[in-house]
């Protein structure tokens, strides 16, 4: 789930469940509405007002002032208010993107029409409120000022190039990558996995490459940012502790084999 705090399982899952639900609802809408390409930090409800939007490719970042509350992805639908009815939202986006529009009116033909597709909706947005809640629970019990750096990689664009100096390490949000070491491939970093965490704690160099096998979201994490990571993300943190461990047990086991 693309939050700022650590989410409990039962949350994901809940979100996981969404996702599915989004892919049914793309499939019964297809070839309605009308897509349309934005450009970097278009504000989504004042391109869209009164409007279903799905979100094609890309991902935007939900704020109330200054503050993020959460952030939406490629699949995620979202019902667009009237102008003046956002209650203070804004949804923009870091990059580039693809959305596709379906006026009101137009859903709700749709959704009279095909009893699958109400029976679908209501239960995407059933789970979409319930996620909100929760979240908003989990934001209320502290004031989370962690800002994440999001960067997007086009399928062989390198995120990490071996021999580089190491000042981040990165979180796949979305996608996945290939490592290489010398040119060999040695493993796949996908959806959820943190990587760079060697080079970014030891203050060696890059020990591998690390390509965009599809198109990928990467949230950036930079020694000012791990302080905030540290307290608001702490299941995290302990992933990248003990996947350090097992890295360094593993050099040192290969280590002594050289020997």
């Given amino acids: 789930m693309l939050t700022l705090m650590d989410t409990p399982p039962f949350l994901e899952n809940m979100e996981r469940l969404a996702k599915q639900l989004a892919q049914a609802l793309a499939a019964a ?49 979202l019902l667009s208010p009237a102008p003046g009815e956002d209650g203070g939202l804004r949804i923009t986006s870091e990059f580039g993107s693809e959305i596709s529009l379906l006026g009101n009116d137009e859903f709700l033909v749709a959704l009279s029409a095909d009893r699958k597709l109400l029976a679908d909706w209501i239960a995407y947005q059933n789970l979409e409120t319930r996620i909100g809640h929760l979240l908003c629970s989990l934001y209320i019990a502290d004031e989370v000022k962690h800002t994440p750096e999001i960067r997007q990689y086009d399928p062989g664009e390198v995120i990490i190039r071996e021999e580089d100096p190491s000042q981040e390490v990165y979180e796949m949000l ?86």
């Fill in 174 to 259: 979305q996608g996945s990558a290939t490592v290489t070491v010398r040119g060999f491939s040695l493993s796949t970093i996908g959806s959820g996995e943190v990587f760079g965490e060697l080079s970014f704690f030891t203050g060696l160099k890059r020990t591998a490459t690390v390509t965009a096998e599809e198109p990928c979201l990467v949230q950036i994490i930079d020694q000012k940012q791990f302080v905030r990571v540290m307290k608001y993300r702490p299941v995290l943190v302990e992933g990248m502790i003990r996947t350090l461990c097992h890295r360094l047990v593993d050099l040192n086991v290969k280590f002594s084999g050289s020997r």
């Fill in 29 to 77: 809408l297809s070839g309605k509405g009308k897509a349309q390409m934005l450009t970097k930090e278009s504000e989504l409800l004042a391109v869209a007002p009164n409007s279903l939007i799905h979100i094609r490719n890309g991902i935007f970042r939900c704020q109330h002032g200054e503050k993020t509350v959460r952030l939406y992805s490629t699949g995620d639908f």
